[in-house]
């Protein structure tokens, strides 16, 4: 089955064509353009530049959350309205998932990391079991303290070497030099979440009508925790 899939969840953006878990083409960017401008365009030009016709897909593969508020809703309304129109499924997947399935060496433990601002991460721990990706921790907003000392606990600390991915993999790595936690850090494209990721995601996931896909987000926006506040304090 051809899968086209999107990831614009955070800084970098990218589109990728899959069948069945072989990469057909992918194309990446991080500029920081607006992913409203940029998305579509990078889909239409991969399709066409691949001879794919878009009749062809079976599935369209969204990264629907945690990340940016703007981002992920991006994307998830471009997947909706290409799986819409070409009346096919599609597959909304962890944004932290995609990245653990870029990372496939075995004997680490995975920690995807998004910058989510306010001294915080997005974060989930992933583990390669004998070709079979397992979750260790469901995904999270968490300060990176609590996330040093999760890590640093007895349930990991005498186990596998950890792995950080992510866009947040710099300053979570800076933070965890400071208290001697002991980790790594993959080659740079590994370390970006990608639409590559979220396409082997979602092969290993359900798919729903495209009317049933809806972002996935961890916390409240900007907006909506100073419209709390000013409530509160009223």
């Known amino acids: 089955m051809l899968i086209l899939s999107l990831e614009s969840s955070a800084k970098p953006s990218s589109v990728a064509v899959c069948r069945d878990g072989e990469l057909l083409g992918l194309y990446f960017q991080n500029s920081g353009l607006n992913h409203s401008h ?3 365009k990078m889909a239409e030009a991969l399709l066409q530049n691949l001879g794919v016709a878009p009749s062809e897909l079976g599935l369209v593969a969204v990264s629907h959350g945690p ?5 992920v809703r991006i994307g998830v309304s471009a997947a909706k309205g290409l799986a819409w129109g070409l009346g096919i499924p599609v597959c909304g997947v962890s944004t932290l ?3 653990a399935y870029q990372a496939t060496e075995p004997g680490l433990i995975l920690s995807p990391v998004m910058d989510a601002r306010r001294g915080q991460v997005y974060n989930a721990l992933f583990e390669w ?7 260790l921790r469901e995904d999270r907003a968490i300060p990176l ?10 349930a990991f600390a005498s186990t596998l070497p950890v792995c950080l991915i992510g866009d947040g993999t710099s300053i ?8 001697g936690i002991n980790h790594r850090i993959p080659q740079n494209l590994v370390r970006w979440q990608t639409a590559y ?9 359900g798919s729903v ?17 100073v419209r709390n506040e000013r409530q509160g304090n009223g």
Do not use: K
């Open 97 to 99: 998932e995609a990245m």
């Open 209 to 225: 009508p495209a009317a049933e896909l809806e972002p996935r987000y961890l916390r409240p926006s900007q907006a909506e925790r």
């Open 38 to 40: 940029t998305l579509m």
């Open 172 to 179: 979570a790595h800076e933070h965890f030099l400071s208290l």
């Open 145 to 154: 303290d609590d996330l040093a000392a999760d890590i640093a606990s007895d």
């Open 197 to 205: 990721g979220v396409a082997l995601a979602a092969a290993a996931a």
């Open 129 to 135: 079991r004998e070709g079979t990706l397992v979750r």
């Open 67 to 71: 990340g940016s508020f703007t981002g």
